[in-house]
């Protein structure tokens, strides 16, 4: 029983990809570009370390020709200060009407504000008792 549903089943999983044109040959090969903005609450990122914890600003866009596409987004606060820059470069191995597989490569960015010694030196001249001193 099994020797003749192994067959049947390899003919029934690759069977759609035989019987499909070529991919390529459907796909245009003029350049798209598509832009989306959304607004965000509370500033999560993918890396739970990276998260802004206040209100940002996400804007993704998409350059599309043929099977390759370039996908930035840029992130940032709503005091326009940088949050996270993602450089995504993609390859589409996949395309089918319910399922898309792409490859990729990303440079990223990423911006945090932090205290150095020097800002901390200058907050404590001016909340001291009028004594300047050093921290």
Do not use: C
């Amino acid at each position: 029983m099994i020797k003749l549903l192994a067959p049947l089943a390899f003919l029934f999983i690759f069977s759609p990809t035989w019987s499909q044109e070529n991919a390529d040959s459907t796909r245009s090969k003029k350049l798209k570009a598509e832009a989306r903005v959304s607004i965000n609450s509370n500033g999560i990122a993918y890396v739970p370390a990276f998260s802004l914890d206040k209100p940002a600003v996400i804007g993704t866009f998409s350059l599309i020709k043929g099977r390759f596409s370039y996908d930035p987004m840029l992130a940032y606060g709503l005091d326009l200060k940088p949050w996270i820059i993602d450089n995504w470069f993609h390859y589409l191995i996949v395309d089918r009407p319910v399922f898309e597989f792409k490859a990729g490569a990303v440079i990223s960015a990423f911006f945090s504000e932090y205290e150095t010694e020097e800002d901390h030196f200058a907050s404590s001249e001016v909340s001291g008792s009028g004594v300047r001193r050093k921290v």
